[in-house]
Structure formats: C-alpha cells, structure tokens
C-alpha cells in the first residue's frame, strides 16, 4: 500500500481550477471556504462544522473541533479536499490564529490521517487530506 502524504499546498486560482477538474469525478469530498468571509473563531468554526457536517458544534471547544478533524467516519469518501479560496484574506486581522489553525493542520490532523489513524483507532485506516490555500 502506497503511503500517504498529506498537505497544504498555495496555489493560485487558475492551477486550482485545473486541479478541481482532474479530481472531478474522482471519489473526493471538497470543502470549499472563502477566506474573505473568515475573520475569527466564530465564522471559521461555522463553516467547517457545517461544511464538513459535524455532528455538534465547535463553536466553544477548540479540542471538539481537532476530534471532530480527526473523525470525519461519516465521509465515505476516500479523499478529502479543504479549499480556502482568497487565503491572504483569512484572518486578515488575526494572523496569530491563522497561524494556529494552519500550525494545528500541520502538526495533528494531517500527521493522523498520515498513519497515526492506524495506531489511535481500531482498525484505523490513512486518509487523503489536502488544503489548498488559494491567492
């Protein structure tokens, strides 16, 4: 078995367009965000708790959030795609958590779905996961 490499990967529009239309058809669940519309805890955990449909809220429990991210059983999809569109306009006045939910992407979620998966969860099986920050 091939081993899994997730990432966050900056693109601009136009390669991300080429990209979606590659993986079209594929079995991918993508999440598409607009960074513009991203300003603080609030508006961030509101679109991805109802974009990646968890089953309760996140808007009080940073950890809630980081378990429900490393959960996601109910995506059947094989690969999941995270598209934060107008990125240089996320958290365009708080950089210092920007930088905490990019640093959590890297250190937990994406080391989990990697191979820690196999070793937290019975069975446990690596997840495709890849953020593309678009400018």
């Known amino acids: 078995m091939n081993s899994i490499k997730n990432s966050i990967i900056n693109v601009?529009?136009?390669?991300?367009?080429?990209?979606?239309?590659s993986i079209k058809n594929s079995n991918i669940y993508i999440v598409k965000i607009k960074g513009e519309m991203i300003q603080?805890?609030?508006?961030y955990i509101f679109e991805i708790?109802?974009?990646?449909n968890f089953p309760t809220s996140c808007?009080?429990?940073?950890d809630r959030y980081l378990d429900w991210m490393r959960d996601l059983q109910w995506i059947i999809?094989?690969?999941?795609v995270l598209v934060i569109y107008n990125y240089k306009y996320?958290?365009?006045n708080n950089t210092k958590l920007k930088n905490e939910l990019i640093l959590d992407f890297?250190?937990?979620?994406?080391?989990y779905w990697e191979g820690e998966v196999k070793t937290e969860v019975v069975e446990g099986v690596p997840?495709?996961?890849?953020?593309y920050l678009v400018d």
């Open 127 to 131: 997840r495709s996961l890849t953020i």
């Open 40 to 43: 603080c805890w609030e508006d």
């Open 90 to 92: 996320f958290f365009r």
């Open 59 to 62: 808007l009080d429990s940073v």
């Open 77 to 80: 999809e094989e690969k999941i």
């Open 49 to 52: 708790q109802n974009k990646f």
């Open 106 to 111: 890297k250190e937990v979620i994406l080391p």
């Open 12 to 21: 601009d529009l136009k390669t991300l367009e080429t990209i979606i239309k």
